[in-house]
């Protein structure tokens, strides 16, 4: 990775846990709080630069039995990046925090203000399917869960006039806020993405990889991988 994509890389993850209050079911209300010092990261950047990406992704995370320090958090994602250096994203995946597992949302637009969903409980051992997707040309996004163990659709909404609404690139990643978390065998796959407006998604063809020690990644292929703390194995 080059130092700039890098610094732009650290730079988003920077601004992505500016917020991370429990609010209630599909609000959008801002929420803050103080920065955390340090972010850990394992997962895949589809490009790792910015470029015509499309704004339609989805991908498959196992939700996983994570264990850490009561005070942290881990969450596992999907993300469009909407400008990587202004630090603007749309996300959505799993989140655990002191033993609460939930779906969230979380995303940041040019009004620089922070907005974070709690959509539903998630439930460990589950496999969700979701997607983040442009609704036509518009400055719209579609967002949706599925639980694929049971194949059932669980929440969907819509996520309207997103400023800068033209993406970048896309992203597949845990985010721990600390190095002492156990996230298990953290797995995501059948990650995918669709250019146009026409046709259907297409599995990822290239990644990069994004990862912070002591974390792990293992590259199976360009639309799935495993991670894992190499403190615990």
């Known amino acids: 990775m080059s130092p700039l994509a890098k610094y732009l890389r650290d730079y988003f993850i920077y601004l992505s846990v500016l917020s991370l209050v429990f609010i209630p079911a599909f609000s959008t209300s801002p929420a803050s709080c103080s920065p955390s010092p340090k972010i850990y990261v394992a997962g895949y950047a589809m490009k790792g630069e910015e470029w015509n990406a499309g704004g339609r992704v989805m991908g498959q ?25 202004l630090g603007l994203f749309i996300e959505a ?25 709690r959509v539903m409980d998630a439930t460990v051992g589950h496999d969700y399917l979701i997607y983040i997707c442009r609704i036509g040309t518009s400055d719209d996004y579609h967002i949706a ?41 953290s797995h995501f796959h059948n990650l995918r993405y669709k250019v146009g407006i026409r046709g ?34």
């Open 145 to 185: 869960f599925w639980d694929h163990t049971t194949n059932e659709l669980l929440a969907s909404f819509d996520l309207t006039d997103v400023l800068p609404y033209e993406p970048v690139d896309y992203q597949a990643r845990v985010d721990t806020s600390s190095a002492e978390y156990d996230i298990d065998t």
């Open 61 to 85: 995370i196992e939700c996983v039995p994570v264990d850490g320090p009561s005070a942290d958090w881990c969450r596992e994602h999907v993300t469009v990046v909407l400008s990587y250096s």
């Open 93 to 117: 995946g799993w989140l655990e925090k002191r033993g609460e597992v939930f779906l969230y949302v979380y995303y940041i637009r040019d009004d620089w203000v922070l907005n974070f969903v």
């Open 200 to 233: 259907g998604y297409v599995l990822w063809n290239s990644h990069t990889v994004i990862v912070d020690w002591p974390y792990y990644v293992e590259e199976i292929y360009d639309y799935e991988f495993n991670a894992w703390n190499t403190l615990y194995r």
